[in-house]
């Protein structure tokens, strides 16, 4: 079953954000992390905003890949240049079917 990786992102230092972002792409990528979205400037409809400028939706085969990804030595080694680089709130979830109308 899938898993989604979102996260909702402040960049902090652009250099760091994007250095961080190219080695999470190569990291994910051996995960069979896939980017289902990218979305920046957002516009609230409902709640308030908590100041996020971004967010990254990621998929992966399944919740154990994902897990494996997130605590893999490879990750957790650019975990410092993301947080020097940005705010994230990272949320795991697996896919949900909604039930049949």
């Known amino acids: 079953m899938p898993a989604y990786m979102i996260s909702q992102?402040?960049?902090?230092?652009?250099?760091?954000?994007?250095?961080?972002?190219?080695?999470?792409?190569?990291?994910?990528?051996?995960?069979?992390?896939?980017?289902?979205?990218?979305?920046?400037?957002?516009?609230?409809?409902?709640?308030?905003?908590?100041?996020?400028?971004?967010?990254?939706v990621i998929e992966f085969e399944t919740m154990d890949k994902l897990q494996s990804w997130h605590s893999s030595d490879e990750y957790q080694a650019l975990v410092s240049l993301r947080d020097e680089g940005s705010e994230q709130r990272m949320v795991a979830y697996e896919e949900w079917a909604l039930p049949s109308a």
């Open 9 to 56: 992102v402040t960049m902090t230092d652009k250099e760091k954000f994007q250095s961080y972002l190219t080695n999470t792409r190569t990291v994910g990528a051996r995960y069979g992390a896939r980017p289902i979205a990218v979305g920046a400037q957002p516009k609230m409809l409902n709640g308030e905003s908590d100041g996020h400028q971004m967010v990254f």
